[in-house]
């Protein structure tokens, strides 16, 4: 059984270039995702494959969701990038990249919603304020293009949640209060809700 994921204190060595994983790594990945010992191992054998250098870049990230969604994904897709790159190098190694990937295929809705709120956190400060709120809206609406039939301007919509769920009215979202409007607001959700890049594909072309 795996154990929750918690990216401040899981940390995995990586092998070199076209190397195999080592068991103690896998092990490590075991405890801290929720994917068996084989499914980590495909998962690597592919992400080497793809990533030779055991990163993937800001680049191949957005060309992964620009294909798959009809918009413009490319701020999203940044927004995303920042969630993956835990110890914010600018690259995203493959821990990292399995790690999260866990989370928002497989995780449970706490780890959905710890993983959403990191995404609307931009400067990681442990709160979401109105201007953060609005730039991840409008991203998502960039995303969706066309497909997204409800376009509420991303001002109008962050003012409408912060007075549902701004409890104590400092203009920041707390976790706690994330989470809370999260479980009640279908647009808040949307980001835990959509269909992610199939990744697998990506890392199988050629």
Known sequence: MTTRFTPRFCYVIMGQQNTKLKQEDIQELFNCTHFSKSEIQDWYKNFMKKCPKGMITLKQITEMYSEYFEGDAQEFACHVFRAFDDDGN???DFREFLSSLSITSRGTLEEK???AFSIYDID??????????TKIILSIQKMYGDSLKEKEPPLRRTERIF????????????LSEF???????????????????RHRDFFQKS
């Open 113 to 115: 919603l710890d993983w």
């Open 124 to 133: 990681g400060d442990g709160g979401i304020s109105k201007e953060e709120m």
């Open 90 to 92: 600018g690259v995203i």
């Open 179 to 197: 989470k809370d409007g999260a479980r009640s607001d279908p647009y808040l959700v949307m980001i835990l809700q959509y269909k992610p890049p």
């Open 163 to 174: 007075h549902q769920f701004d409890t104590n009215n400092d203009g920041v979202l707390s």
